[in-house]
C-alpha cells in the first residue's frame, strides 16, 4: 500500500507534538522524548521532498501573498518548516524561559497554529479558501491571546490585576447589575482588589438569602471578543482581501454584538437563579448561555455578509441552465 507523503507529514507533526506535551505531563524519559522529536522531524523532511517538487496550483490569499517574495516550491517548504519551528519555539520559551510545564488554553492555540501550516499543502488544492481561513483564524488567535494578551500581563506588571477588575468592573458587572434591577430582581455589585479571588462579584437575593455570584475571565467576555475578532477577521481577508471602512465598521458592530450577548446572558443566567435556585442557574450558565451567544453572533453574521457583499461589491456567479447546453438529437 503506497502512503501519501501528507500523512507521514501529519504522522511527524503528531510525533513532535506527543513528545512536546509528554514532556509538559512529566509521563515520559528524556530517552523517550528525544527518540520521538527524531523520528517526527525526519518523517517530515523526507514528505517535504516530494511536496516542494509537487505542481501545486493554489492560488489562495496565503500563497499568493508569500509567492511575491519566493517561489511556489519555496513557499511550499517555508510553511511546514515555519509550522514546525512555531511549536518548538513556544515550547522552548515555556520549559526554559518561563520554566512552567502546565497545559493551558495558548498551548493548544499556538500547536493547532503550527499544525495548520504543517499541513497547508495537504488536501485537495479546491480547499484553498476553507486552508486560508484556519491559518488565519488560528493565526489571530494566536497573535490575540499567546502574544497580546502575554505582552499585557508583562507590561502591566503588578497592576495586571487592577486594570483588569476595573475593566471587568464597569464594562460588565455594572452593565450587567444595573439591567437586572430594571427587571425587577434586586442585586449589587461588589470589587474586591485584595487578590484573594476573583474581584468582581455579583450579589442577589434568593428566597430571602443572598447569593453571591463571581464574574471570571471566561464569563466576563474577554474571550469571546478575542475569539470573534480572530473569525471575523480571517473571514473579511479571504472572502474580501480588504480591509476598508466598512469592513472595520462591521468589526466594530461585531463587537457591540458580542458584548451584548454576553451582558444578555450574564442577565438572562442571574434572573433564572433568583426565581429556580442555584441549580437552574448552573443549567442556564453552562447549556442556554452558548446557545443565546451562538444565536446573536450567527444572527449579525447572516445580516453583516449580506451588506458587506452588498458594498464591496462581490460579483455572483450567473448560473447557466444546463438544458441550454447542446440541443438534444433525436
Known amino acids: 500500500m503506497k502512503v501519501q507523503r501528507e500523512w507521514l507529514l501529519l504522522t511527524g507533526a503528531l510525533l513532535v507534538m506527543a513528545a512536546l506535551y509528554n514532556h509538559y505531563l512529566g509521563h515520559s ?3 523517550v522524548e528525544i527518540i520521538f522529536v527524531v523520528a517526527g522531524a525526519l518523517l517530515a523532511l523526507f514528505s517535504l521532498r516530494t511536496l516542494v517538487r509537487k505542481d501545486r496550483v493554489e492560488e489562495g490569499l496565503l500563497v499568493s501573498l508569500l509567492t511575491r517574495f519566493m517561489t511556489k516550491q519555496q513557499c511550499a517548504a517555508l510553511l511546514p518548516i515555519l509550522g514546525f519551528a512555531i511549536i518548538f519555539a513556544w515550547s522552548a520559551w515555556k520549559l526554559f524561559v518561563l520554566n512552567a510545564t502546565d497545559l493551558i488554553m495558548e498551548d493548544f492555540i499556538v500547536t493547532l497554529f503550527g499544525l495548520s501550516l504543517i499541513l497547508y499543502y495537504a488536501g485537495p488544492s479546491q480547499l484553498t479558501m476553507p486552508k486560508d481561513f484556519v491559518v488565519l483564524y488560528l493565526m489571530f488567535t494566536t497573535i490575540t491571546f499567546a502574544v497580546i494578551w502575554k505582552l499585557y500581563t508583562i507590561l502591566t506588571g503588578e497592576s495586571y490585576y487592577r ?4 475593566s471587568e468592573y464597569y464594562f460588565i458587572t455594572t452593565p450587567v447589575v444595573a439591567l437586572v434591577n430594571f427587571f425587577g430582581v434586586g442585586a449589587r455589585a461588589e470589587l474586591d482588589l485584595t487578590g484573594g479571588g476573583l474581584s468582581n462579584t ?5 428566597h430571602g438569602s443572598m447569593t453571591y455570584l463571581g464574574i471570571g475571565s471566561g464569563c466576563s467576555g474577554l474571550y469571546s471578543a478575542g475569539l470573534f475578532f480572530s473569525a471575523f477577521l480571517a473571514f473579511v481577508l479571504v472572502r474580501y482581501r480588504n480591509v476598508d471602512r466598512y469592513i472595520l465598521a462591521a468589526l466594530a458592530v461585531g463587537f457591540f454584538v458580542t458584548w451584548l450577548s454576553n451582558i444578555l446572558r450574564m442577565v438572562i ?3 433564572v437563579g433568583s426565581k429556580y435556585g442555584y441549580p437552574a442557574l448552573v443549567v442556564v450558565h453552562s447549556y442556554i448561555g452558548i446557545i443565546i451567544f451562538v444565536a446573536f453572533i450567527t444572527l449579525f453574521w447572516f445580516l453583516i455578509v449580506k451588506w458587506l457583499d452588498r458594498v464591496e461589491k462581490v460579483p455572483i456567479e ?3 441552465p444546463q438544458n441550454e447546453t447542446s440541443p438534444q438529437q433525436i
Open 202 to 206: 455579583i450579589i442577589y437575593e434568593y
Open 163 to 166: 486594570i483588569t477588575a476595573y
Open 29 to 31: 524519559v528524556y530517552l
Open 269 to 271: 443566567t442571574i434572573i
Open 318 to 320: 450567473p448560473q447557466t
